[in-house]
């Protein structure tokens, strides 16, 4: 019975010197890794120009699609927002070409990015606050920390990988079919939006439905692409989509950014596995 006791207090001490290691030096290793691959995700956003104190560098994109070529054009990125948008368009009937571009005075904020880098600098921020010097005293601290970074770089991947669903009068209302000179034709909406390493540019051809159509009006609800045959109203008149042209173009660095958020969530599951495996160990010995 002593050698039984003896032998699990030195079990004991061994384990309780092992985890007190887990807590002072590999969970800090662990936290300046994370701190060192968000900064890197960080400065994917932020894309500063030669000088750090300068503008934001543009890049060009070439809108493209495998299915047709009614749509193309070049859209110019400068951090989170499209600085210049220059778009033609193949009318499919008679194939009258449109071109209309942003205007000089106007860019488009894409609140996709602007909100994954804001949850990106909060996970930081959360990290910063447990540097070298701060002491973690239980397993269930590390948890609830690694817990509030996962829930923030969750977010930012989430806001990347997740398109807002809107309707066709909430595109129609949306401030970017004002952004074009010339103006927009009355028949033709467009949006813009973030789907995963991807800028995606849709243009809705629309056609009015007459008063007297046969047609049984069932308005559409909020989608991130809506088909052709999409109903809705706006002002008076009933409309439905005719054509819809969906070109996009790769963003090497938001594919950059979303293996760092992969990378990153992986060490926090790793470092509450480690944690968790102590906890459950205390917890099954009553000492």
Known sequence: MATAMAASAAERAVLEEEFRWLLNAEVH????????????ASLRFTLPGPSTEGPTKQENFILG???TDQVKGVLTLQGDALSQADVNLKMPRNNQLLHFAFREDKQWKLQQIQDARNHVSQAIYL?????????????????????????????ARNRLTTPAT??????????????????????????VYINLNKLCLT??????????????FRPSGGAVLHSPGAMFEWGSQRLEVSHV?????????????????TVSLQLCQQLK??????????????F
């Open 203 to 216: 243009v809705y051809q629309l056609h009015a439905l007459q008063p007297t159509s046969t047609k049984n």
């Open 245 to 261: 042209h969906k070109v996009e173009c790769v963003i090497p660095w938001l594919n950059d950014a979303l293996v760092y958020f």
């Open 65 to 67: 699609s495998c299915g």
């Open 273 to 286: 596995d480690k944690i968790s495996v102590f906890s459950s160990y205390w917890s099954s010995r009553p």
């Open 166 to 191: 809107l309707t066709l009068p909430e595109i129609a209302a949306s401030g970017l079919t004002r952004m074009f000179a010339p103006t927009l034709p009355s028949d033709l909406l467009v949006n």
């Open 127 to 155: 990290l910063a606050n447990r540097d070298e010097s701060y002491q973690f005293k239980t397993g269930a601290e590390v948890l609830k920390l690694m817990d509030a970074v996962m829930l923030q770089l969750t977010r």
């Open 29 to 40: 290793a662990v936290l300046r890794q994370l701190q060192d691959i968000l900064k890197e």
